[in-house]
Nanobody, 122 residues
Framework: QVQLVESGGGLVQAGGSLRLSCAAS????????MGWYRQAPGKQRELVAI???????NYLHSVKGRFTISRDDAKNTVYLQMNSLKPEDTAVYYC????????????????WGQGTQVTVSS
């Protein structure tokens, strides 16, 4: 099995910064795309940023230029650097990773972290 553990959430004032981390562990042969999603109260979960195994990335329009996603494959870790935070960024942030466990008959699948709360005060 694969486990994803997030860290780095918290309370910050508008304009501040936070860095989220998500470490994957377990039986992992390869990690494909990794990403960050968020879900605010009463809203659907949305994709914030995603990074491929090759390093290419895409972002939610509202966070472009403020957030940066990166990954360290040696540590099986994905990061989300969040700058110039706004109150509307307040949400629970979830890490996602598409992992191959290297067992024949078990295709790669998505795994999720438990979520970390980010609260931006005005």
């Amino acid at each position: 099995q694969v486990q994803l553990v997030e860290s780095g959430g918290g309370l910050v004032q508008a304009g501040g910064s936070l860095r989220l981390s998500c470490a994957a562990s377990g039986t992992i042969a390869k990690i494909n795309a990794m990403g960050w999603y968020r879900q605010a109260p009463g809203k659907q979960r949305e994709l914030v940023a995603i990074i491929s195994s090759g390093g290419s990335s895409n972002y939610l329009h509202s966070v472009k230029g403020r957030f940066t996603i990166s990954r360290d494959d040696a540590k099986n870790t994905v990061y989300l650097q969040m700058n110039s935070l706004k109150p509307e960024d307040t949400a629970v942030y979830y890490c996602n990773a598409n992992c191959d466990i290297g067992v024949r008959g078990f295709p790669s699948r998505d795994y999720w972290g438990q979520g970390t709360q980010v609260t931006v005060s005005s």
